[in-house]
């Protein structure tokens, strides 16, 4: 499966945007996908999940409440709602899927088989 991130860009602290990472190849519906980001001089952070069943949602402590994650199966592309962004949300955002992976494992990128090629957010304050 090829994974497709767009969505990103540059905005002010207070501002929304949404990401998309939509799949080719296979249904992504049968996938865990994720988002992961990577600010400058940092090491990979998880985000947000969604299990293929599509009613587990999943976000890291620093992002609840603000982003959200879905997923639109007619169209083959998960969503990331991002609300209320803060200068430090600043950072590539990668989309990544896996097939299978558990609970304890979605915040460790090595569990992920597809990784997007990740879309740039700048958040200015």
């Known amino acids: 499966v090829q994974l497709q991130a767009s969505g990103g860009g540059l905005v002010q602290a207070g501002d929304s945007l949404r990401l998309s990472c939509a799949a080719s190849g296979r249904t992504s519906s049968g996938l865990t996908v994720s988002w992961f980001r990577q600010a400058p001089g940092k090491e990979r952070e998880f985000v947000a999940a969604i299990f293929r069943s599509g009613s587990s949602t999943h976000y890291t402590d620093s992002v609840k409440g603000r982003f959200a994650i879905s997923r639109d199966r007619a169209k083959n592309t998960v969503y990331l709602q991002m609300n209320s962004l803060k200068p430090e949300d600043t950072a590539v955002y990668y989309c990544?899927?896996?097939?299978?992976?558990?609970?304890?494992?979605?915040?460790?990128?090595?569990?992920?088989?597809?990784w997007g090629q990740g879309t740039l957010v700048t958040v200015s304050s």
């Open positions: 990544a899927a896996a097939s299978r992976i558990i609970l304890s494992s979605i915040r460790v990128p090595s569990s992920y088989e597809h």
